[in-house]
């Protein structure tokens, strides 16, 4: 006679972190598993259900891991009723709040599971669930205990986290830093130690920026002369050449993150304020902010698709009809001088096609150039005015959250003050980042830089020198260049704020078709 079919068994096991498989809990759920199984006369799958590296307190494990896969199973009939789910305490299913976990465990039971806890040997189904108080009282304090246990750890990691950002200007927070540096852990405290071949050619990158060298071209000429890679990656590529120019830990800064999560349970970054002097710097500021000003506004280089040499304008040029870039083409001969017309009305959009002399207006530039330099304007009042509007505005509203916060203390949580409250915060932080990169801006327009970018402009031009290192040069300082044929001027658009002008020809001069 055959004996009777034993019940199957699946063990659960979940680690919060890869590193702890390969440590004594995964040989103690497993052995502990195994023994249940064999002195309960249970038939223990090969199979175990196991989520190594996904926490249980947001439920990831329900969700997405191999719990999920398991409750499925249960649930579509591969597993079958009245068998048995093995798991070493109830804080391996879930650290969720309470009522999610215990709507879990129910969950688990109505799909005819039995779910025993390992350490204390206790079985959960439906009737111990509907008819044993006792067990439901456990199950409901073993979670609670499980989750409290998850606030306090994750409250202490922040504010050991939240020490740790305070004294990062003098003690690094981790051995994560940039390509181009390393931790050196055998001083006291640690120190950063540069990589000086990386550094170099970080420093490379953006001198060639500056030069008004593309991220494209960068990237060529690095893969042309082999220069080495900072990672995995068998070819520099575009976009970490403009990694490292956005990078403001070459000039020593770093800026923390904090990590929360949205309702949807997805992981939020948030950036915390710039500590100053954490890194070592490995860009010369001038240098940095000079690329820096090339790229807050319009394209941050010209073009090198074409053979023939950059001019000053090149990328700056607007037309003064309709306000459109204008571009170069060449009248004629194969070599017939350069013109500049509207991209508009190249394309037969509107515009009316009228040409410029390149030549025309590089030589009114070259000869005027000290009335240009001294001709721009100081700074740009406006900044300062919209500075001091975004500060206002923001004080406003953090007095308007200090507010709702009072207001909620005596109203025992009114749902529409938590709603106003999160509409404001939300605004304090769309006002804290338009302040940021004001400032930003205003730093790089500067009284003292915007000085020294017009002096090294005017040098360039005044010693002839090279086109694209002077068009280089000009959009560090200019939005652009306006050049209107039918006056005969041109309109300089100052990145620092302001206008002024130049004759460069004779009203309706400038150069035929």
């Not at 017309?341 to 000869?367: R, W």
Request: hydrophobic letters at 40%; a neutral charge.
């Amino acid at each position: 006679m055959d004996k009777a079919k034993k019940p199957k068994a699946y063990s659960y096991l979940r680690f919060s972190t890869p590193e702890q498989a390969h440590g004594d809990s995964r040989r103690r759920q497993s052995e502990l598993a195994a023994r249940y199984a064999d002195a309960h006369g249970l038939e223990l799958d090969d199979r175990s259900f196991e989520d190594f590296g996904i926490s249980a307190y947001r439920g990831k494990n329900a969700e997405v891991g191999a719990l999920r896969t398991f409750r499925e199973a249960a649930e579509d009939g591969l597993i079958e009723p009245g068998s048995f789910l093995l798991v070493e305490n109830l804080d391996r299913l879930s650290r969720a709040t309470p009522r999610k976990a215990l709507r879990l465990l129910e969950e688990i039971c109505e799909a005819g599971i039995t779910l025993v806890t390992l350490t204390d040997g206790r079985r959960y189904d439906l009737k111990a669930l509907d008819q044993d108080f006792t067990s439901l009282m456990v199950a409901l304090l073993m979670a609670s205990r499980a989750h409290d246990e998850s606030l306090t750890k994750g409250k202490r990691v922040r504010e050991a986290w939240s020490n740790k950002r305070k004294n990062a200007a003098e003690r690094p927070l981790t051995a994560r830093c940039p390509a181009w540096l390393r931790l050196d852990r055998t001083t006291n405290p640690p120190r950063w130690e540069v990589l000086e071949d990386r550094a170099k050619i970080v420093r490379r990158v953006f001198e060639m920026t500056a030069k008004g060298m593309g991220q494209h071209r960068i990237a060529h000429i690095f893969n042309e002369e082999g220069v080495p890679t900072f990672g995995s990656a068998a070819y520099w590529h575009r976009t970490y050449v403009k990694k490292l120019l956005e990078n403001e830990a070459v000039i020593g800064i770093f800026v923390p993150h904090t990590q929360t999560y949205d309702d949807k349970k997805r992981r939020v970054r948030t950036a915390g304020e710039p500590v100053p002097g954490y890194f070592p710097p490995i860009v010369p500021l001038d240098l940095y902010e000079d690329v820096r000003a090339m790229r807050l506004e319009g394209r941050s280089h010209v073009s090198t698709k074409s053979a023939r040499p950059v001019h000053m304008l090149a990328g700056l040029a607007r037309c003064g009809l309709c306000g459109a870039a204008m571009t170069r083409v060449y009248k004629g001969a194969k070599n017939g001088q350069p013109k500049l017309v509207c991209t508009v009305a190249k394309a037969k959009g509107g515009c009316s096609y009228q040409t410029v002399s390149v030549d025309a207006v590089e030589d009114a530039i070259a000869a005027s150039v000290d009335f240009v330099v001294l001709g721009a304007p100081s700074g740009d009042d406006q900044l300062d005015a919209a500075l001091e509007r975004l500060e206002t505005l923001r004080d406003a509203v953090s007095e308007q959250i200090w507010n709702v916060v009072d207001a909620l203390a005596l109203s025992s949580g009114s749902p529409s003050l938590r709603e106003r409250l999160s509409l404001l915060e939300t605004e304090q932080e769309r006002l804290t980042n338009e302040h940021d990169a004001l400032l930003t801006k205003i730093a790089a327009t500067s009284g003292a830089s915007v000085e020294r970018r017009l002096e090294a402009v005017r040098a360039a031009i005044a010693s002839e020198g090279d086109k694209a290192e002077i068009n280089a040069l000009l959009r560090q300082v200019l939005k652009g260049v306006v050049v209107d044929r039918a006056s005969g001027r041109l309109r300089f658009l100052w990145k620092h704020g302001g206008e002024s002008e130049l004759m460069f020809a004779w009203p309706e001069d400038g150069g035929g078709d």
